[in-house]
């Protein structure tokens, strides 16, 4: 388990490593290259150093790898990412660095799949819904920062009406649904927007039902992101109250993806879980 800016070392390293061997070439013959000490370049690859985003560029150019959005990918890996015009930089002064790394992965990701136990989604939540939230979680917040943290959960939405967007799988316990957060009609919102966001191809929603009673994951939500034309390059992040931890050992990663699948064979099926979506909402 690690943090967010360690883990993305980890696994920017193991695929420049894995681009390196795809090239031919060796460590000791891309250091001459790149006329650095060979001890650089097995640093960079395996995360014990970070490498600058000139460095990243020479890398790429040496391994010939010109998919733009393989390179945009490890560049967030990199963190240069953070040095680029990026929406979620003008909120540095509200949202703490590990949230802006995982805004960061979020916009790279093509897929994401999530279980919530207890709340609806951030990339669902409709603007009443996630102002509610925020003031419960971050009880005494000045009224300009709640205010921002609903813009950044709002902005982050984005990634769902993009050109090529974030494909979403959903699964949510049947608690979040009759938990009125934010009153009766904030719910009511929110649940109706639930149902507008399920009719886009690429948002599946599953509920999980009390019916199932105890399931896998009941120890609490997680995320799994997905990347574009990179070698398993997936990552769980968990949350906790006050930071949030990366999973990306193999192990682990097949651990939750199995999770995953489980929950999805128990949960309703997408068209089952809207028609529970709106039978509670008519009752709200």
């Known amino acids: 388990m690690r943090n967010g800016p360690a883990v ?41 150093s970070g490498v600058k985003p000139g460095d990243l560029e020479r890398l790429l150019d ?8 393989l390179r945009s990918l490890l560049a967030t890996l990199a963190g240069a990412a953070e040095g680029g015009p990026r929406w979620w930089q003008a ?7 590990q949230y802006r790394d995982f805004i960061s992965l979020e916009s790279q990701a093509v897929a994401a799949r999530t279980l919530e136990t207890s709340v609806v989604p951030g990339l669902l939540q409709t603007p009443g819904y996630a102002r509610a939230v925020t003031r419960s979680a971050l009880d005494g917040l000045p009224p300009e920062s709640v205010d921002a943290l609903v813009e950044v959960r709002l902005a982050r939405q984005d990634v769902l009406h993009a050109a090529r ?8 316990d049947e608690a979040v649904l009759r938990r009125e957060v934010g009153g009766r009609q904030v719910m009511r919102e929110q649940l109706r927007g639930l149902r507008e966001l399920a009719d886009l191809a690429h948002v599946c929603l599953q509920v999980l039902p009390f019916t199932v009673g105890g399931y896998v994951g ?14 398993d390059l997936d990552l769980v ?9 990366y999973l990306e ?4 990663l097949e651990a939750y993806r199995a999770a995953f699948r489980t929950m999805q064979a128990h949960a309703l ?9 709106a039978g509670i909402s008519d009752g709200v």
């Open 269 to 277: 099926s997408p068209k089952d879980s809207l028609d529970l979506i």
């Open 62 to 69: 040496t391994f010939t790898v010109t998919d733009p959005q």
């Open 249 to 252: 050992r193999k192990e682990q």
């Open 8 to 48: 993305r070392r980890r696994r920017l390293g193991e695929e420049l490593r894995r681009l390196r061997q795809s090239s031919g070439l060796t460590s000791k013959e891309t250091a001459r290259l790149l006329g650095w000490h060979q001890s650089k370049v097995s640093r960079i690859e395996t995360g014990v």
């Open 165 to 172: 967007p974030l494909a979403l799988h959903a699964v949510l």
């Open 218 to 231: 009941l120890t609490g939500p997680f995320v799994i992101f997905s990347f574009p034309n990179a070698n």
């Open 237 to 245: 992040v968990l949350d906790h109250l006050t930071h949030s931890a």
């Open 91 to 97: 909120y540095g002064g509200v949202i703490p660095a």
